[in-house]
């Protein structure tokens, strides 16, 4: 559990001086997450299968960070089981090297970095 979880009961988040939401985290995390996040780190020459193993996982799979061979992707978790996300990385061992790799559940900071962009984005087109 993060420490933001333990210390308070409700969260706000603002962005440019702006409430954007409000809530407890599990609330929050339920409003603006839905989704687990998949990282994995291969060798630069390999990214593009890790891609691959993303896209076969999830159509709507949402690549969110990448650099330097480790990439993260965002799976709505209505689309993917758990279960098959192990059986694809252990198959994937077969075809290239995996050097690390998790799932996890939305975090806070995940939440964060939405509403930021989202609202960034709106404030572009205002």
Request: charged residues 25%.
């Amino acid at each position: 559990m993060e420490e933001a979880e333990v210390l308070c009961d409700r969260l706000g988040i603002f962005v440019d001086g702006s409430l954007q939401c409000i809530g407890n985290p599990t609330e929050l995390k339920g409003r603006y997450g839905g989704s687990y996040v998949f990282t994995m780190t291969t060798s630069v020459d390999e990214e593009h299968e890790v891609e691959n193993l993303a896209r076969q996982l999830s159509p709507n799979v949402n690549k969110i960070y990448h650099i330097s061979g480790t990439q993260k992707f965002e799976f709505p978790k209505h689309e993917v089981r758990i279960a098959d996300v192990f059986r694809a990385v252990e198959n994937a061992k077969s075809r290239f090297t995996i050097q690390a790799w998790g799932l996890a559940n939305t975090t806070l900071e995940d939440v964060f970095i939405k509403v930021a962009r989202g609202a960034q984005m709106f404030n572009g087109l205002s």
